[in-house]
Nanobody, 126 residues
Framework: EAQLMESGGGLVQAGGSLRLSCAAS????????IGWFRQAPGKEHEGVAS????????HYLDSVKGRFTISSEDAKNTVYLQMTNLKPEDTAVYYC???????????????????RGQGTQVTVSS
């Protein structure tokens, strides 16, 4: 069974850092585009970052550019999201999904057919 599992969330003070991991099992990322998304209570679902496994192209939500970095490690079939200078407004449940679609610089929400993880909570205190 194809699965994605996130880890690395937690509670951090504003200005702190966290690294999220998204590990795939039952399939390999191959040429997929993989994305990180977040959902906060009362807020719209957001595509935070994506990476194209084919050519390594990355895209970021404007509000996280310069603070978040997405990367992948083939040997571990894992995608990471390094988050620095975290802000209270980054508080949300973060999850990864594949495959996903990027049009222009917009990371579209994963389709019903995408594989997605259960999510990991990130809480940033002020």
């Amino acid at each position: 069974e194809a699965q994605l599992m996130e880890s690395g969330g937690g509670l951090v003070q504003a200005g702190g850092s966290l690294r999220l991991s998204c590990a795939a099992s039952g399939f390999t990322f191959d040429d997929y585009a993989i994305g990180w998304f977040r959902q906060a209570p009362g807020k719209e679902h957001e595509g935070v970052a994506s990476i194209s496994r084919g050519d390594g192209t990355t895209h970021y939500l404007d509000s996280v550019k310069g603070r978040f970095t997405i990367s992948s490690e083939d040997a571990k079939n894992t995608v990471y999201l390094q988050m620095t200078n975290l802000k209270p407004e980054d508080t949300a449940v973060y999850y990864c999904a594949a495959p996903i679609t990027v049009v222009g610089d917009i990371i579209w929400p994963p389709s019903d057919f995408a594989i997605r993880g259960q999510g990991t909570q990130v809480t940033v205190s002020s």
